[in-house]
């Protein structure tokens, strides 16, 4: 067993012995058997001496419970690495940033505590899933949509606070934009609620977000100044109609000018869904195509092809010119939804197609409606998430490809905020293109970014997990290079795996690192004894800044 | 419902941590369980790609539980329900995607994955491909249940 820096077996046992007294002797988890189920399973350091992993777990049952774990650990030393549903795949899982760490598993707080049809808001639990509120939502008769993420067994409360993303209207699949008041355990055990909730007796907590002087809630995501153990969030009405319409364009050089009229469509509120970009040519899928959300497979595009997006040269363009007169696939597609009533949404794609003209030969197919409740048949087939519905379907799709032959257990992802323009998305592919060779990896297809937040575009890279520490190892590499190259650009990223958060947080350095010592000022103030995760976000507490973080 | 312990425990990725345990399938073919499985999962979309696996899992003459594509509302649903009342073994013949899901979902109960096999022949186990695979109570592990 691992134990963290400063901790010795007699305080972890009393630790342990707190834990149980807290939360009754059955909901302490030390066995080896028990405590590997919070390993990371797509873990980049798999068997590695630095992969994560934790001591025990601890699973309280209420508030009352976590405030009472929270003086173990500071009367202990023992550091607490709270997860709500622990499904945080692909950026480190359940397992702690900082190895000896006691997970705290909120899994038993899992109630739905309110759904206010009228108001379109829920307010939660962190061990409720996406599965879960789609249920009670359902099951309450409410029509409201929930925004949730690719696999939907995860947590909202969890994926908001990692600043995730989901799939409809901006205001709800921007995940933390969407919530309206938390409740949250502080480090010393105090109970603190912020908004509308810091006022007893509070009828508006879902209803107003900001309440009363500084609006702190931001300071509760990606980082470790507390425990969330309640959060309202703003639910989508169930439109009566959503409208998906296609737009193609032919010439390499068009893709500045689709970006810049789906942006400004977006930003004008004309298009209100998550638009996306594609390349039929390349083989390049649209990100939430409710026809078809498999991952891409480009391995059977023609070589010249593949480079010749990446070159953009007078040469390059006449070959793809050439090409797409030859195939009568498109260089370029995006995807526009819309959401509302069938009238208005038909009028909306009008609207985007007289801004879409500006491109020479542009096309449109036909747009695709629905209505809902989506039919059966309609289940089977489309994007689910796109219409609010949860889903494990992603979980079916492999990316092993003839580029990437080996086998993988899971994927790590490098997702780099990006301008929202055709320009920086060809810069970027020319920039990564170069670290790819230089690392000796396989040149992945060009990339196209998705567009899950408004006026920025987010360029995912995903690199295989492996069982293979020389691969892991290779890939790491590559990651970090990454890091490093898109920070000089300027182009940083939005979350990160485990693995990296202290290479991210060094390139947000601005100001002498002001941003880094701002969090651990706060951190240092909120939790002194640097017991709520350590290093999460690359936010250290003082006992751990002095390299020790073994 | 109230969580069980087990339910609570396994929080991360059981179908790789008991991979990487290396726990041995104890069956040598599909149609020989320790237990009769109390239904099994089918995934609609395998089609013929599943053809042979799905006559050895059909000739048990058990509760057939579909679906295409999704095994979500499935498994969030009717397993957790289904082994909310009790440990009960579940085949299934779906694709390797689906069952990293429901042996995650599993663990939360008490139970393991104790067979698995490829239906593609030459072909690893990967997540678009079809499989079929038994969970079974983990007997190793005496609590499973009693504290639930």
Redesign the interface.
Known sequence: MTLPPGIDQAAFERAIAGFRRAVGE??V?TSQ??V???????SPM??EPDERVASA?V?PADVGEVQAVMRVANDTGLPVYP?S???N?GYG???PTLSGSA?L?L??M?RVLDIDEANASVLVEP?V?Y??LY?AVRDAGAKLWIDCPDP??GSPIGNALDRGGGYTRAQFRNHFDAHCGMEVVLPDGALLRTGMGAMPEAKTWQQYKAGFGPWIDGLFSQSNFGVVTKMGFWMMPEPEAALIGRVYADRYEDLPALVRIVTHLENAGIVNGMPGFGSPLLQRRIPADPRSSAPNDSSAVDRSVHDAFYDGDKAARALIAERVRATGSSCWSALVKFYGPERMVRLQWELAKERFAEIPGVRFDEPEIYGFPLSDEEL?QVH?PTFGI?????????I?TDLRPE?M??HQAFSPVIPRTGEAIFEVNKVFAGIFRDEGLPLPPFNLPGCVWERALMMITIFPTT?DEALNTKYRRAIQRLIAEAARRGWGEYRTPVAYYDAVMATYSFGDNALRRFHETIKDALDPNGIVSPGRYGIWPRRNRAGDRA | MKASRRQVVAGGGLTMVALGMGITPYMAGAATYEAAPALLLLDRALGARADAGWADLRSADIEIVSYTRDCGEVLSDRLTELWGRGLLPVAGLTTGGALFCVEHQAARFGLVCSYREGLVPGEALQPNLPVAWLMRPRSSTPRDGSRA
Not at chain 1, 36 to 42: G, M, S
Not at chain 1, 391 to 397: D, R
Request: net charge negative; hydrophobic share 40%; proline share 4%.
């Open positions: 059955e909901w988890f058997e028990d590997a189920l919070y390993r990371d399973a797509y798999w068997n777990a699973a997860i549903t622990g499904k795949l899982g359940s397992a997970v598993d899994k038993r899992d061990g899933s599965f879960d249920r939907g067994w089977e689910k949860p889903s494990l379907a992603i979980f079916n799709f492999g092993r086998p257990v899971g069982h």
